[in-house]
Every structure is written in structure tokens, then in C-alpha cells.
């Protein structure tokens, strides 16, 4: 057997596996060079807008002004967006007027640590960063029914202020087809009960609620409308490299811009196979998304599209914080005897829990596949509460799964996880 070394995405460090070339694809990004400094990409996206005029036309003196931001499990170089912001906004709106408005969703809230390292210190200290809290009512706004029905509370200071902006970053999404643009509105500064509705498991479990698909997807579908109906000033996303270095920036009017930037980031990060796999590796593209095993479900399901029914996924994800201890899905995981029994939980619920799109998609990948997690953070026991097995030789569990496959199987691995989303050629 002949060999080569991969390097997986794993934590801050990466992990190498050896592999058989005679039978496994590599699929990695197309690699996209930094042809431009990121502040002349993001001036120039700030300036020359994708759709309506510049932001400095935007904005006028004395008005106040709300950003959102990504939160800490996503990678988005908000050191350098939020400057290249505030910049644009110098001699127009004071500092004081500002707030960054931490779009967690329903995650956590970013520690004052954290948040120095997510923005740098020089915006931590001259501009006030609130972490937005879905399940503090006192904080929200009741905003009507937008969509499909869907009760929409939004974070008030958002609501409040004069001028709001969102910046994020553009990726396929798992089941709202891209990240970045309207999901900075919703579910990122949404209330619990609004979130809820829009990870019911009637549109995640929609055929359209996956990678690279926004219209038709009933999840986007509803985002859109919400951040349509309840008003954005400005919008604000990158595309970033395997490096997660900026190579593209997109300005202007909100759903425009989103549109464009999805187009540009299904070229950098979709990539066709001719055939499905018996086993597939995957990661979730390293730290910070790899951070617990909630995020890992993102690369699993990368994985899933490539992989053979009755196949095998072996998942590197290094998941640092657990489960996490925070939120529901380590109780619903555990709520039941199997996948299977999962989803049919999920599917007879007439009202959503929190977290249950996350156990929702697992239980299907793992209700067709095998599914194996490689991770120092949690033991043999704690995966099996989630119905996973454990490995802590990737490589062996690889050559056990090709084996037990039969004559002529093959294996793939995504060593960038959902950086690179493979589809199957039509």
C-alpha cells in the first residue's frame, strides 16, 4: 500500500492523517489567493456598493447606530470589518452613538476576553459591545408576524437605533443555504420564540433546507422576509480563503448584496465529486468552529451528501467546550434511544425545542450512516449519549470501514470540512 499525509483542520493545530491515494479523493478548497490588502477590499466594498449608495450617503450627523457581528464560534475578521466601519462613519456619527450588537442567536454570550480578541482592543475599548440575549425579553422588541407566520422579536437596541448594519461572512450554510447577510438579523438578534419557528422541523427537514440553496429554502425564505420587513440600512459581508483570509467584500443593500456574495462564495467553496463514498473524514474547518460538538454537526452533514447510505463518517472536531454544557442539545440527543426514535420525536412535536434542529439533522445523517468522532475533549461515554462512536486513530477506523465495505470501496476526505461542501455531478 502506498501512503501520503493529509493535514486535517483540528483545533488550533491540525491533526495529520495518513492515507492510501490509490483509494481515497482529497477535496479541499480551490485555493484563492490574497491578490489585495483586506482594507483596500473592504474600503472599496464600503464605497462602491453591490446595490444603493455608499454608507457615508447612508448616514446622516446625530444619528445612532447599530452593528451586528458574528459571534465567537464563527470566523469572521471582525478586527478588520468594524474599523474599515467606524472609519467610513468618522466626522459623521460620534462613537458614543455606536453599539456592536453581538449576534448570538441562541448561543452564548462572548466573554469580555473573548470579545477583546474578537474585535481588538481598540474597538473594545472606545465602543460599547453588547451580547444580544434571545431569551431576555426585557430586551426585545415585538415586531409583528413576518413570512411564513413567523413571530418576530428583535433585539430593541437594534430596533431603537437610527442606522443598522450588518456584517458577517458568506458560507454555505447547512440548512439556510448561506450564511452571512439576513442572518445577521435573524436568527442572529432574534428572541428564542422567533428562532424556534424558524428551525421547526417542518422547514429544516424541507428538501430545500441545505447547502447552497436560498430560494425555495423555507428557512431563508422566512429570514429574508424578516430583514426585508423590519429594515437594514446597510449590509456587510466577506468571502474568505482556506486561510480564512479576505478575498472578496460586498457592500450595499441588503438582499443585492447577499445574492452577489453567495454567488461568489458557491465558486470558492462547492466543489462536484462524480460519485458517493464508503467512508468519508471530515472536520469543521478547525478552531473556533470546531469548538464543540453542536458546531461539528456542520461538517458531519458536508460529509453526508458524499457519503454511500450505510457508510461511514469519521468526524475530527477537537470540541473544547463540550457539548456544550449551555443550550438544550445535549438533553434532546439523550432524549431518546436512537436516531431513529429522534426523529420521530422531532417530527410528531407540535412545539419546538431549543437546539432540536441541530439533534434533527444528526439523527438523519446518523439514522443513513455510521457516524465516528475523533476528539480529546470527550470520552467514549459522553459520545455515546449522543448516539456517536469514539476513535482515537482515525486512520485504523478508515481502513476497518474500507474493509468491512468490500472489494472496490472508497474513501474521501474534506480535510477543511465545510470550507469545501462536495455535491454529487448530475
Not at 450588537?101 to 448561543?107: D, R
Not at 482592543?121 to 472606545?126: I, L, P
Not at 407566520?149 to 430596533?159: A, F, M, R, T
Not at 437594514?232 to 482556506?242: H, P, S, Y
Request: net charge negative; hydrophobic share 45%; proline share 7%.
Amino acid at each position: 500500500m502506498t501512503s501520503a499525509t493529509v493535514r486535517l483542520a483540528y483545533g488550533e493545530t491540525g491533526l495529520d492523517l495518513a492515507i492510501d491515494p490509490d483509494v481515497t479523493t482529497v477535496v479541499t478548497p480551490v485555493h484563492h489567493p490574497v491578490t489585495e490588502a483586506a482594507d483596500v477590499v473592504l474600503r472599496r466594498a464600503l464605497r462602491e456598493p453591490v446595490a444603493g449608495p455608499p454608507l457615508r450617503e447612508r448616514v446622516r450627523p446625530g444619528q445612532t447606530v447599530a452593528i451586528s457581528a458574528c459571534d465567537g464560534t464563527r470566523p469572521q475578521p471582525r478586527e478588520l470589518m468594524i474599523p474599515a466601519i467606524l472609519a467610513e462613519l468618522g466626522g459623521i456619527v460620534r462613537l458614543e452613538d455606536v453599539v456592536i450588537l453581538v449576534a448570538t442567536g441562541t448561543h452564548r454570550g462572548n466573554t469580555e476576553a473573548e470579545l477583546r480578541a474578537m474585535f481588538g482592543d481598540d474597538v473594545a475599548g472606545t465602543v460599547r459591545i453588547v451580547n444580544h440575549d434571545a431569551r431576555d425579553r426585557a430586551s426585545l422588541t415585538w415586531l409583528g408576524r413576518h413570512g411564513d407566520d413567523v413571530p418576530v422579536w428583535l433585539n430593541s437596541e437594534w430596533v431603537a437605533a437610527d442606522v443598522r448594519i450588518t456584517t458577517g461572512f458568506v458560507e454555505p450554510h447547512f440548512f439556510a443555504g448561506f450564511s452571512g447577510g439576513p442572518k445577521l438579523v435573524a436568527p442572529g438578534l432574534a428572541a428564542l420564540e422567533t428562532v424556534l419557528v424558524l428551525h421547526d422541523a417542518r422547514r429544516i427537514g424541507h428538501a430545500n433546507a441545505t447547502w447552497g440553496i436560498t430560494e425555495g429554502n423555507p428557512v431563508h425564505d422566512d429570514v429574508r422576509a424578516i430583514a426585508a420587513a423590519t429594515g437594514v440600512t446597510f449590509a456587510f459581508d466577506v468571502i474568505l480563503n482556506r486561510d480564512k483570509a479576505v478575498i472578496g467584500a460586498f457592500g450595499g443593500d441588503l438582499l443585492a448584496m447577499h445574492a452577489a456574495a453567495a454567488r461568489a462564495a458557491r465558486d470558492v467553496a462547492m466543489r462536484p465529486v462524480p460519485a458517493p463514498f464508503d467512508v468519508v473524514v471530515t472536520t469543521n474547518s478547525g478552531y473556533p468552529l470546531d469548538q464543540n460538538l453542536y458546531q461539528a454537526v456542520k461538517g458531519m452533514s458536508a460529509a453526508h451528501r458524499i457519503t454511500k447510505p450505510g457508510g461511514t463518517i469519521v468526524c475530527a472536531a477537537e470540541c473544547r467546550d463540550g457539548f456544550p454544557d449551555h443550550g438544550s442539545y445535549r438533553e434532546v440527543l439523550a432524549s431518546a434511544s436512537s436516531p431513529a426514535a429522534l426523529l420521530a420525536d422531532i417530527s410528531a412535536r407540535t412545539v419546538t425545542v431549543p437546539d432540536q434542529w441541530q439533534v434533527q439533522i444528526q439523527a438523519k445523517i446518523q439514522h443513513e450512516c455510521r457516524v465516528v468522532v475523533h476528539t480529546e475533549a470527550l470520552s467514549e461515554a459522553d459520545l455515546a449519549t449522543a448516539h456517536l462512536s469514539r476513535t482515537s486513530d482515525i486512520a485504523a477506523t478508515v481502513a476497518e470501514a474500507l474493509d468491512r465495505a468490500g472489494p472496490g470501496a472508497r474513501a474521501c476526505v474534506l480535510p477543511e470540512g465545510p470550507l469545501t461542501i462536495p455535491y454529487l455531478q448530475p
